[in-house]
């Protein structure tokens, strides 16, 4: 996963970069930080986004794979990294929103990601994850091995190596308990710190 990050980094600053990358690096950032499904990341809707000066957070509407009957589907939520700008997740946001303004005219225009060809219709769920297995291609890693859905385990897997508790990646993951976690998701990869997103990011 530092292969990706070291990738999102060195592309042009977000004003510079093309509408076709800029959406790539968005959205695998915030797979990264916030390890959503892909599912939720369809769902993502500027109907349903609070913007602080922190951090931003989108209410999930619909059915996912975790919803519970009866009760509201877990917020995504992202937080700035003042450490490095050029990879700060709210930042990105920001400057995805402001280039895409002029396309959004219609109400299910509303959801955050859209095509990049006209007519920019929301982006499926299929789109989002082949956007996501391009990025990781892109930073050099082998596609065939890894796919899209790869961005949880590995962005679980950094937050557990740098000791982050796990009560607290079970509840970003939206995993219901730790063997679900420990099967499919904990890989072993080697540093330590604390917060979720600092740890995926540092």
């Not at 007519?119 to 091995?145: C, E, M, R, V, Y």
């Not at 859905?149 to 995993?175: C, D, F, Q, Y």
């Amino acid at each position: 996963m530092d292969t990706v990050i070291t990738y999102l980094k060195q592309l042009p600053t977000n004003t510079e970069n093309t509408i076709k990358s800029l959406t790539l690096k968005t959205i695998t950032l915030i797979a990264l930080v916030a390890i959503p499904r892909a599912k939720e990341l369809q769902n993502l809707d500027l109907k349903w986004m609070i913007k602080k000066q922190n951090h931003i957070e989108f209410q999930i509407e619909g059915t996912v794979k975790h919803s519970r009957q009866g009760k509201q589907n877990p917020p995504i939520i992202i937080h700035r990294f003042e450490e490095d700008t050029s990879i700060c997740p709210v930042q990105t946001v920001v400057d995805y929103l402001k280039i895409t303004e002029p396309w959004r005219q219609t109400a299910e225009q509303s959801k955050l990601f859209l095509t990049t060809i006209k007519p920019h219709s929301p982006a499926t769920k299929t789109t989002i994850s082949n956007w996501i297995k391009q990025t990781l291609k892109l930073a050099g890693i082998d596609t065939q091995q890894f796919t899209a859905h790869s961005t949880r385990s590995a962005a679980a897997s950094k937050a557990e190596s740098r000791s982050l508790p796990r009560e607290i990646i079970l509840a970003r993951g939206n995993w219901k308990n730790k063997s679900t976690f420990e099967r499919f998701y904990n890989r072993k990869v080697y540093t330590k710190e604390k917060t979720f997103q600092n740890s995926v990011l540092k």
